[in-house]
């Protein structure tokens, strides 16, 4: 009999609701490791994952037997819901509708993993507005703008 050999990586971008900076320093790990512990139950494999005030990048070995639309759904809904249950946030605290979903081969992995580890060094220089339209031409990924995220201000750091 045959085996299947499969071998995927997904780099997951996704902003807080109107891209409010509500995702503080004092419990941002804390929030990753959440975040790690759902993608590891669902058999991904997490390579990276890196937040910002406004913004979260996430790296993962995919396992094919969950659609990624799924698998970003149970992430945001479940973290909101500790994030509310920890009283985390004093301000409502929500994920912005859509997210960017966006391959990658294994020879970059390294690249990648480094440049979600160093979101905070890295938006010291670029807004994420500036980064994410990177990210997308860098794709060839068609897009309209009224259906990006939206992007009130440009928030560099952790206040």
Not at 66 to 93: A, C, H, M, Y
Request: hydrophobic residues 35%; charged residues 25%.
């Amino acid at each position: 009999m045959a085996n299947t050999y499969p071998q995927c990586y997904f780099h997951l971008v996704f902003a807080v609701k109107n891209r409010y900076a509500l995702i503080r320093k004092e419990w941002k790990d804390e929030l990753e490791m959440y975040i790690t512990g759902i993608v590891q139950n669902h058999r991904h494999k997490m390579l990276a994952i890196g937040s910002m005030p406004d913004h979260l990048h996430i790296l993962i070995g995919y396992n094919l037997n969950q659609l990624i639309p799924d698998l970003v759904e149970e992430i945001k809904t479940s973290s909101n819901s500790w994030i509310k249950g920890k009283r985390l946030s004093k301000f409502k605290f929500e994920w912005q509708n859509g997210y960017g979903a966006f391959t990658h081969s294994h020879s970059q992995i390294d690249t990648v993993v480094k440049y979600i580890l160093l979101q905070e060094e890295h938006h010291r220089k670029k807004p994420f507005k500036e980064e994410y339209l990177e990210i997308l031409e860098k794709n060839n990924v068609e897009f309209k703008e009224e259906y990006l995220f939206e992007f009130f201000s440009d928030i560099n750091d952790w206040d």
